[in-house]
C-alpha cells in the first residue's frame, strides 16, 4: 500500500498547481474532489452547487471513490489534493451539519489510518483568483484556511507548512520532507 500524503489550506493557495507538479515529477497525484464536484454541477446549470443540500455528500463520495482506487503495486507514494478532513472544515466554514456519510468518511480514514500523520498546510499566497469555481474573497480564504488547520490538528495531525513561494520551490520543500519521511 502507498503512503498517502494530504495537501491542504485553502482554496487559491497555489495546492493544485503544487500537486501538478508533484505529478510531473513522477509523483501519484489524486485530484480535488470539490472542484470536479462543482464543476460537474455547473456544467448541469448548477450555478452555486455549494447550496445544494447534498454538496457534501457529493464531494465525499467522490474522495472515498479515488481513495479506495486500487494503484499499481509500484506506486509507493500518493499525494491528495484535500482529504474527507478538508471536507469536514468546508462543513464547519459554511456553518453546515455535518451528514453521517461524511462523519463516517473520516472516521474510516482515521481509524484505518489511511493518511500519513504528516500534512502539508499549504499557506495562501496573498492573493486569490476567482474563478468559476473558485468565488471566495481572500479574506474569507484566510478564515477558511485556519479552520482546515484547526480540523487536522483536533483529529492528531501534524501540519507541515508550506510557505508562500514559487511551485518550483514549494515542490522542492514538499519533495525534501517526502523523501525524509519515506525512510
Known amino acids: 500500500m502507498p ?9 487559491g493557495g497555489g495546492k493544485t498547481a503544487l500537486a501538478h507538479a508533484l505529478r510531473q515529477r513522477g509523483y501519484c497525484v489524486v485530484e480535488e474532489a470539490a472542484t470536479d464536484v462543482i464543476t460537474l454541477h455547473q456544467a448541469h446549470g448548477v450555478e452555486q452547487p455549494w447550496q445544494r443540500p447534498d454538496f457534501l455528500e457529493a464531494i465525499t463520495r467522490v474522495q472515498r471513490h479515488r481513495q479506495t482506487t486500487p494503484v499499481p503495486t509500484t506506486v509507493a507514494v500518493q499525494i491528495y489534493d484535500r482529504s474527507p ?28 489510518q489511511l493518511y500519513q500523520r504528516i500534512v502539508f498546510l499549504v499557506h495562501p499566497l496573498g492573493f486569490i483568483t476567482p474563478t468559476a469555481v473558485r468565488r471566495i474573497s481572500y479574506s474569507d480564504s484566510l478564515v477558511f484556511h485556519r479552520v482546515h488547520e484547526a480540523i487536522y490538528r483536533e483529529h492528531g495531525y501534524e501540519l507541515v507548512d508550506v510557505p508562500p513561494a514559487t511551485v518550483a520551490e514549494r515542490t522542492a520543500l514538499v519533495e525534501q520532507l517526502l523523501t525524509s519521511t519515506a525512510r
Not at 503512503?3 to 482554496?11: E, S
Not at 468546508?90 to 474510516?108: G, I, S
Open 3 to 11: 503512503k498517502r500524503y494530504i495537501l491542504t489550506g485553502a482554496p
Open 85 to 112: 478532513l478538508c471536507t469536514l472544515a468546508l462543513a464547519r466554514y459554511l456553518h453546515r451539519p455535518v451528514p453521517p456519510l461524511l462523519t463516517e468518511e473520516v472516521t474510516r480514514v482515521i481509524h484505518e
